[in-house]
């Protein structure tokens, strides 16, 4: 079935950091791509996606690429907050629309220090 | 536009009772899923609710079940309570159910089984 790998750290860096959270998937087809975010005591909130091959997504200065050939969608982003501490989720829908619901990796704990 | 609800936030239930989730997707969504994340586990699918009609469901025993009503609202509802059902579940809402259509997450009820 479809799966997703990325590292669960957790992840540790000081503030203006780069950053980069690797994910890779295993899939059939084309799935879309997605980046969620959970801050402590809340739900998920979309961060980025990408829908198909090259695609990139981007928000509040955070980066994806679709990438087909590595089945991966690594997460960057230039200068990191102490804002920007959460746990961060890859994710997949399967083409052809869920079957499975989203198909979410384990969750990178992020920690910015100031 | 309202995000989604989620009622209530906090619940604690004894082993061998029942309980029921409410979730209000976002406005215009007609598609609501439902996850269920734990420490161990991480998040995993539920099932997934489309014009009424449950679509997928997920690797979850009979005890969990759900409904969609007209409004889109959806409840979920779980029987016979074990300890290990206690989790954060998560509902989330979109415009449709195929693979491009991102998912908005609620806040989630925290349900604790003692």
């Known amino acids: 079935g479809d799966s997703v790998t990325q590292m669960e750290g957790p992840v540790t860096l000081s503030e203006e950091a780069c950053l980069t959270i690797?994910?890779?998937?295993?899939?059939?087809?084309?799935?879309?791509l997605f980046w969620y975010v959970q801050y402590p005591g809340e739900g998920l909130q979309l961060l980025l996606k990408?829908?198909?091959?090259?695609d990139k997504g981007s928000n509040k200065g955070f980066e994806a690429t679709y990438r087909k050939e590595t089945t991966s969608f690594h997460l960057e982003k230039g200068s990191v907050q102490v804002s920007d501490s959460a746990v961060y989720f890859c994710a997949l829908s399967a083409q052809g629309g869920g079957a499975d619901g989203l198909t979410f990796g384990k969750g990178t704990h992020l920690i910015i220090q100031p | 536009k309202a995000g989604v609800t989620q009622t209530p936030r906090y619940l604690i239930k004894t082993r061998g009772q029942q309980v029921t989730l409410s979730c209000s997707p976002i406005s215009g969504h007609r598609s609501v899923s439902w996850y269920q994340q734990t420490p161990g586990q991480g998040l995993q699918f539920l099932f997934e609710y489309f014009s009424e009609t449950q679509r997928n469901k997920g690797n979850f025993p009979g005890r969990f079940s759900g409904r969609q009503f007209s409004n889109s609202r959806s409840e979920m509802n779980v029987s016979t309570l074990e300890l290990g059902d206690s989790a954060l579940y998560l509902c989330a809402s979109s415009l449709s159910w195929t693979a491009s259509y991102e998912q908005y997450f609620g806040p989630g009820t925290r349900l604790t089984v003692t």
């Open positions: 990408a829908t198909k091959a090259d």
């Open positions: 690797n994910c890779t998937y295993t899939a059939t087809g084309y799935p879309s």
